[in-house]
């Protein structure tokens, strides 16, 4: 049975449910939901978002681009973080133009 859990994006007022083993950039782009991203691999932190409430988590350990003052300040990346509960984020990039390196 998969769980689903909500993600809304404050800045928009857009929510979209997330599955245990999704990345909150994969459940967006599942759900026809463009988030600025790069990389995908936690490198670049074009993808990075302030959490505004619940909690991200990188079951995969902490991402390149993701700085101990990130963390204090309540950031995260959205291209490898996974979320354990609902989750409020703010889109820092959002209407930015980013090409994604592939």
Known sequence: MTNYRSVTITN???SFDVRDNETILDAASRNGIALPHGCRN???GVCISRIKAGEMHYPNGLPMAL???DIAQKRGLCCVGKTRTDIEIEVIN????FEPWE
């Open 42 to 44: 936690g490198v670049c």
């Open 12 to 14: 928009t007022g857009i």
């Open 67 to 69: 700085f101990e003052e």
């Open 94 to 97: 959002l209407g930015q133009d």
